[in-house]
Nanobody, 129 residues
Framework: QVQLVESGGGLVQAGDSLRLSCVASGRSFSRSPMGWFRQAPGEDRDIVATIGGSGSGSTITYYAISVKDRFTISRDNVKNTLYLQMTSLKPEDTAVYYC???????????????????WGQGTQVTVSS
């Protein structure tokens, strides 16, 4: 049974940092694209960052314009874990953050909610002004 479990959310002040973790189980996702999405109250679930599956070349990453140069997505294939390092947090970053994974093996990146098969339960990030 595949499971994705997020952790690391919390309440912080503007300018602070947080690191989110997503522990996957049930299968290895080292070669599968994964991503972070977020959803604020009354808003759609939007892409934050994605990372392609590990292959023979460099790992491909993609960031939403709103978080580029502030957030960093990475993965530890030994631990089967996805990370999102968030710095210089802003109140507009407040949302529930979700981890997602595709079922296939691919070095491509995917930015749409419908591109992903597996989802975690989400972790709340709240940034005060």
């Amino acid at each position: 049974q595949v499971q994705l479990v997020e952790s690391g959310g919390g309440l912080v002040q503007a300018g602070d940092s947080l690191r989110l973790s997503c522990v996957a189980s049930g299968r290895s996702f080292s070669r599968s694209p994964m991503g972070w999405f977020r959803q604020a109250p009354g808003e759609d679930r939007d892409i934050v960052a994605t990372i392609g599956g590990s292959g023979s070349g460099s790992t491909i990453t993609y960031y939403a314009i709103s978080v580029k140069d502030r957030f960093t997505i990475s993965r530890d294939n030994v631990k089967n874990t996805l990370y999102l390092q968030m710095t210089s947090l802003k109140p507009e970053d407040t949302a529930v953050y979700y981890c997602a994974a595709r079922r296939d093996d691919s070095t491509y990146y995917y930015v749409n909610e419908y591109d992903y098969t597996y989802w975690g339960q989400g972790t709340q990030v709240t940034v005060s002004s």
